[in-house]
């Protein structure tokens, strides 16, 4: 399996609601990210796991809450947005930290209404 | 404001000619360039990568550039294909803390006319 996969694939919320984002790999990477990617824009780091344990996290708003329950998932729950995070959302994975191979998931288009 | 940056740079031409998509980076501590293609709909996708010890690497059909001096990065495509349409970016990496980290640059949309 060299895929790191994403649902759900859309996502309309609205901005009372609490709603999670999950991502999985069976590659045996031990680093894995978030970026959120607007429309006509490169993707932007948010959060950078290594080891399950988050090793960056870009300035990201608290409603952004970032889990990584074992090596192979990653889930981002989202509570509170506003309609200005309606965006891609990307998760990817590498072996390590300190390892350059990326692997991209197809990403999560979330609509906040 | 923010119309600035809606429009991404974009780059049309016919099928079967040679298409070269050009990118400045910002780090001179970056030590690892990756052109990645992106699809409607999809994630990036990975194209070809260079280290910084060289200036040139080729694939099938793409060839990335690397000008340290100067901070640019280039993809060439030969014989553009339908394919190809896509937005496609530069991504440098480099080392920020303890970890390795991927910065994309600008992208730009490939236009394939038949």
């Known amino acids: 399996d060299t895929e790191v996969t994403q649902t759900p694939k859309h996502l309309v919320m609205g901005m009372t609601n609490k709603k999670s984002l999950k991502c999985e790999q069976h590659m045996g990477h031990r680093a894995m990210y978030w970026y959120k990617q607007k429309a006509k824009k490169p993707p932007e780091l948010m959060f950078v796991y290594s080891y399950e344990k988050l090793s960056i996290n870009e300035s990201v708003p608290s409603r952004f809450s970032p889990e990584c329950p074992n090596s192979s998932l990653l889930n981002l729950h989202l509570h509170a947005l506003q309609p200005e995070d309606s965006a891609l959302y990307l998760c990817?994975?590498?072996?390590?930290?300190?390892?350059?191979?990326?692997?991209f998931g197809s990403g999560t288009r979330l609509t906040v209404v | 404001g923010e119309s600035v940056g809606l429009h991404l740079p974009t780059l049309s031409v016919q099928e079967g000619d040679n298409s070269i998509i050009n990118c400045a980076y910002s780090?001179?501590?970056?030590?690892?360039f990756i052109w990645y293609k992106q699809e409607s709909g999809k994630g990036p996708q990975f194209i070809i990568d260079i280290r910084s010890n060289m200036d040139k690497r080729q694939g099938q059909r793409v060839t990335v550039l690397l000008n340290k001096t100067v901070k640019h990065l280039s993809l060439q495509i030969a014989a553009t294909q339908p394919g190809d349409s896509a937005v496609y970016f530069c991504a440098e990496i480099g080392t920020s803390g303890s970890a390795r980290q991927l910065t994309f640059g600008s992208g730009t949309q490939l236009t394939v006319l038949p």
């Open positions: 780090n001179s501590a970056s030590d690892y």
């Open positions: 990817a994975s590498s072996q390590g930290p300190h390892w350059d191979g990326y692997t």
